[in-house]
């Protein structure tokens, strides 16, 4: 039921890089994009959110783009810090939460 | 504003037992989802409540069930448990559509 594909399975940048996580989908139903942040032990934290009439949505160092065509969008994380060291996971969703998740990038920020 | 919470947040079950998990939304929430967490099989949709309501479900077997009650809470059960149904299982609450999905710890439930 893997409808989300998301890649880097893992990703390591330098402390003050970019961050770039990819991810496809297949179901055009989709029509809400978060992505989300998780901690070990933590549950997954909403992190940005976007909806495909926008192309790109940017909360501080956290941008989506997205390509409604191409059924792909991104995050880029700048000028990365270790304190972003986790797991994120792209998501899409239709109005009734049916919320399917990419299978995840564990991304480490080296000092 | 208390998060969500869920109980237990851990459970050993041996095969063949079943199981009752328990989730308390955001106040004021009436959507809450279920998801299984694995190493091998990422984060998978369960089902969805919306005012009592099973709104959607995702490809598990008859044997996961839930349900939703008049304050929301919502519980899932697992009956006749297997192996493969060790995981953590994360319950989101949210307002209704398109609101963030806001996710409590998760209860580890091995299955031995």
């Known amino acids: 039921q893997q409808q989300v594909k998301q890649s880097p399975q893992s990703l390591i940048v330098q402390k003050g890089g970019i961050s770039i996580i990819n991810c496809a989908y297949e179901?055009?139903?989709?029509?809400?994009f978060p992505w989300y942040q998780q901690f070990p032990g933590k549950g997954p934290a909403l992190l940005i959110a976007i909806r495909p009439d926008v192309s790109e949505k940017k909360e501080g160092r956290f941008t989506i783009s997205f390509n409604k065509s191409a059924k792909q969008f991104s995050l880029h994380i700048m000028d990365s810090q270790p304190g972003d060291s986790a797991t994120y996971f792209c998501?899409?969703?239709?109005?009734?939460?049916?919320?399917?998740f990419g299978a995840g990038t564990r991304l480490t920020v080296k000092p | 504003k208390a998060g969500v919470t869920q109980t237990p947040r851990y459970l050993i079950k041996t095969r063949g037992q079943q199981v009752t998990l328990s989730c308390s939304p955001i106040?004021?929430?009436?959507?809450v989802s279920w998801y299984q967490q694995t190493p091998g099989q990422g984060l998978q949709f369960l089902f969805e409540y919306f005012s009592e309501t099973q709104r959607n479900k995702g490809n598990f077997p008859g044997r996961f069930s839930g349900r939703q009650f008049s304050n929301s809470r919502s519980e899932m059960n697992v009956s006749t448990l297997e192996l493969g149904d060790s995981a953590l299982y994360l319950c989101?609450?949210?307002?209704?559509?398109?609101?963030?999905?806001?996710f409590g710890p998760g209860t580890r439930l091995t299955v031995l």
């Open positions: 179901n055009t139903a989709f029509d809400y």
């Open positions: 998501a899409a969703s239709k109005y009734d939460n049916d919320m399917r």
């Open positions: 989101a609450s949210s307002l209704g559509s398109y609101n963030e999905q806001f």
């Open positions: 106040s004021g929430h009436r959507s």
